[in-house]
Nanobody, 125 residues
Framework: QVQLVESGGGSVQAGGSLRLSCRSS????????IGWFRQAPGKEREGVAV????????YYHDSVKGRFTVSQDNAKNTVYLQMNSLKPEDTAMYYC??????????????????WGQGTQVTVSS
C-alpha cells in the first residue's frame, strides 16, 4: 500500500523560503512520478512541480519556475520542494502525489493515483 506523508509547511513572510518534504512508502510502478500540487481556498488544485524519480527529470508550472526546485533523496524515499522568493499568492495547502510514468511529466491531477494529506503554506505580505 502506497503512503505519502508531507511535512515542512509553515508561515513565512514574502521573500522567504520553505522546504517541503514528501516521504513515500510502498514503492510500486504507480509511484514513478512524484508531483507537488497546491490548492488555495476557493480555487482548483493545481500542479506546480513534478519529478520523474527514475531519471531525475523535472518540470514546473510557469508560476513557480525559477523559484521552486524539486529534488529527491532515494535513500530516504523522500522528494523535496524547495520554495524560494515566496509570494502571498503561493499561500495554499500543498500536496504531494504519486503516479505512473504514462503521461510524461504531467501536472494534471488525473495522472496521479496516490495523494498525501497536505501541508499548509502561508505567506504574508
Amino acid at each position: 500500500q502506497v503512503q505519502l506523508v508531507e511535512s515542512g509547511g509553515g508561515s513565512v513572510q514574502a521573500g522567504g523560503s520553505l522546504r517541503l518534504s514528501c516521504r513515500s512508502s510502498g514503492y510500486t510502478d504507480t509511484t514513478k512520478l512524484i508531483g507537488w500540487f497546491r490548492q488555495a481556498p476557493g480555487k482548483e488544485r493545481e500542479g506546480v512541480a513534478v519529478i520523474d524519480t527514475a531519471r531525475g527529470h523535472t518540470y514546473y508550472h510557469d508560476s513557480v519556475k525559477g523559484r521552486f526546485t524539486v529534488s529527491q533523496d532515494n535513500a530516504k524515499n523522500t522528494v523535496y520542494l524547495q520554495m524560494n522568493s515566496l509570494k502571498p499568492e503561493d499561500t495554499a495547502m500543498y500536496y504531494c502525489a504519486a503516479g505512473p510514468y504514462i503521461y510524461g511529466l504531467s501536472l494534471e491531477r488525473d495522472a496521479y493515483k496516490h495523494w498525501g494529506q497536505g501541508t499548509q503554506v502561508t505567506v504574508s505580505s
